[in-house]
C-alpha cells in the first residue's frame, strides 16, 4: 500500500498527527492484537476529531474477516473499512475520500 501510494503522489508519513488520511492495517487473529487494532483505530478517530486528519482507512486481517461486524461498530469511526482484496485499489479508494481527480 505505502508502494502504491507513494508512486501515486501521496507523500507517506510516519506521524498520523502530519497525515490527511491514516491507514491502520489490522490484525485479528490473537485477541490482543485485535484489542490493539480496536484501539488503534479509535485513536485514528480522535486525530480526525481534532483537525488536520480527514479521514481514517481500516485494512488489514481485522477488516477482513470481521467486515461486516467493523462496518455496524465502527462507521462513525473509520471512513472507508477495507478487505484485504480491496488494498491493492487504495490509491482509487483515498482519492474519493480526498475529492481527488486523476
Known sequence: MLGLLGGNDYEITADPEDADVVIVNTCGFI??????????????SRLKERGRCKAVVVTGCLSTRYEKELKQEMSGDADLILTLREERDIVRHVDQLLGRTR
Open 31 to 44: 485477541e490482543p492484537a485485535k484489542e490493539e487494532s480496536i484501539e488503534t483505530i479509535l485513536e485514528a
